[in-house]
């Protein structure tokens, strides 16, 4: 090998590695950009639900919740909520989770997890591992029996 060829070489091995790096750095920095607005996002859903407790004494159905949403922007990057006021209790503690989204982020930074409102209105990104301990210590057996049939009848 010549020199002008070991240049060429190492040129384009440093391009190569230079571009990889990048693009790594890229993807981790757009699901980065993603988790925190859909977070502010959940937050902004958090403060109305809240208003709206303070003023009617209790929480806002469904279906309010997903007009609400829709209305907001970044909206889109929350997804697919899971709204549990169903089976909250009036004596439920300010830890309760209220509304759940999951999402699964496949870069080095984030990994899967889960962006929760709690029924104080705080919002908090928690591992999948830990949501799962929190959740399952605060639902129901019906609630437990109702998630369990609607994954079955997903699944067939």
């Not at 391009?15 to 890229?26: A, E, H, S």
């Not at 993603?34 to 403060?47: D, F, I, P, W």
Request: net charge positive.
């Amino acid at each position: 090998m010549n020199k002008y060829q070991r240049s060429l070489l190492w040129n384009t091995i440093w391009v190569v590695l230079i571009t990889t790096i990048f693009v790594v750095v890229m993807i981790n920095l757009k699901n980065y950009i993603n988790k925190s607005e859909a977070m502010r996002t959940m937050q902004q859903l958090g403060q109305i639900v809240l208003q709206y407790r303070q003023d009617s004494g209790y929480l806002p159905p469904e279906y309010q919740i997903n007009n609400m949403k829709a209305k907001l922007p970044g909206s889109v990057r929350l997804g697919a909520m899971n709204y549990r006021a169903l089976w909250i209790s009036f004596d439920a503690g300010p830890e309760t989770i209220l509304i759940y989204v999951k999402k699964n982020y496949r870069s080095i930074m984030l990994g899967p997890g889960y962006i929760v409102l709690k029924l104080d209105g705080s919002v908090e990104w928690m591992g999948k591992h830990h949501f799962e301990l929190v959740l399952q210590s605060q639902q129901s057996e019906a609630e437990t029996e109702l998630l369990e049939k609607q994954i079955e009848e997903k699944t067939f």
